[in-house]
Each structure stands twice: as structure tokens, then as C-alpha cells.
């Protein structure tokens, strides 16, 4: 696409003005758009198999608008002794794995409910758990992030080692022997 710079100076004050309407548009498009780009993320350095390590949830933003009204975390097996730290105006409760063999083992899940967190503000939730002695690697920890009647579901883990990131990712943290 070609564009032409009027020769006149009228002509050349439209001219900027328009480009600075649509850089000041795409400025405004790409801040809209950020927020939606960004993931559900758990912080936890120095994890090491055998040891107790504190996990941070960080919420970067609501669900398409709506403010965050709860939080719903599969502990995953290689994880125990949970134990959810407190957050103002939220009720945590830790429901225990339930007995079955492969797939049908129901993780623990830790829920918090009963607080509310703007649309556009971010939050942390944090819990304590024992790594197993034998667990290693990548571990993923899906995450449901409740909105009013919408669900954000964090709960998509990459098919292979290397493969790209999926579109709603579960947060992971790596656990060193």
C-alpha cells in the first residue's frame, strides 16, 4: 500500500493527525488484547523432591470482564500434606484424593470461594505441600478460575516435551532431585 504526503501544510496536519489516531488505536487494541494473552502462573523456586515448598497462584486478570470469584486447584499426586494459607475475605478447603486405580484417581483439589477480585485486578493464592522423594521433572497443576457463571479453565498440558504451548496452559513447575 501506498501512502501519499500531501504537499500542503492543511494537507500535512490531516496527514499526522490521522497516523496519530491509528497509532493511538493500535496502542489501544494491543492493551485491550494483553490482558487476555496472560496465563494463570504458579511460582515455586528451589522445589526439591522430599521437601515442603510454598506454591504462589498468580491470577493476572478476571474471565472475559468478570471479576474472579473462585479458585479451583488439582493438587497433583506427587503433592501432600496441602495446606492453603490464608487470604482475606476467602475460604479455603482442601478435599482429599480419592482411592481409584490410574485415570479414575480423583486428585486433591484445594478451593477457595467466598471472596471476589476485580476484573482487572491480579491476586495470589498460596499453599504449602510435601514434594514426593520420587517425583521429578515438569509438574503440572490445572487450574479452574471461576467468574460468576464463567470458567477460565487453565487445565491444558502440552502433548510432548518441546511442543508449543497450548491456548489455556496448566501452570508447571519444575522439581529438582
Given at each position: 500500500?501506498?501512502?501519499s504526503v500531501p504537499s500542503s ?48 497462584l498468580k491470577i493476572p486478570h ?116
Amino acid at each position: 500500500m501506498r501512502h501519499s504526503v500531501p504537499s500542503s501544510r492543511a494537507g500535512r496536519l490531516c496527514h499526522s493527525t490521522h497516523m496519530a489516531q491509528l497509532s493511538g488505536l493500535a496502542l489501544c487494541l494491543f492493551l485491550v488484547a494483553a490482558p487476555a494473552g496472560a496465563h494463570v502462573t504458579i511460582a515455586a523456586k528451589g522445589v526439591e523432591a522430599g521437601k515442603t515448598s510454598s506454591f504462589v497462584l498468580k491470577i493476572p486478570h478476571g474471565c472475559g470482564g468478570a471479576a474472579t470469584t473462585g479458585l479451583r486447584v488439582a493438587v497433583p499426586a506427587v503433592l501432600s500434606d496441602i495446606a492453603p494459607k490464608d487470604k482475606a475475605g476467602w475460604t479455603a478447603t482442601v478435599t482429599p484424593a480419592a482411592a481409584g486405580a490410574g485415570d479414575r484417581a480423583k486428585p486433591a483439589q484445594i478451593a477457595w470461594t467466598g471472596g471476589t477480585i476485580a476484573a482487572s485486578d491480579h491476586a495470589e493464592f498460596t499453599f504449602t505441600a510435601k514434594v514426593a522423594a520420587d517425583a521429578k521433572g515438569r509438574i503440572y497443576v490445572p487450574i479452574v478460575q471461576q467468574c460468576g457463571d464463567v470458567a477460565e479453565r487453565w487445565i491444558e498440558i502440552p502433548a510432548k516435551p518441546g511442543a508449543s504451548e497450548p491456548e489455556k496452559p496448566a501452570p508447571a513447575f519444575d522439581v529438582r532431585p
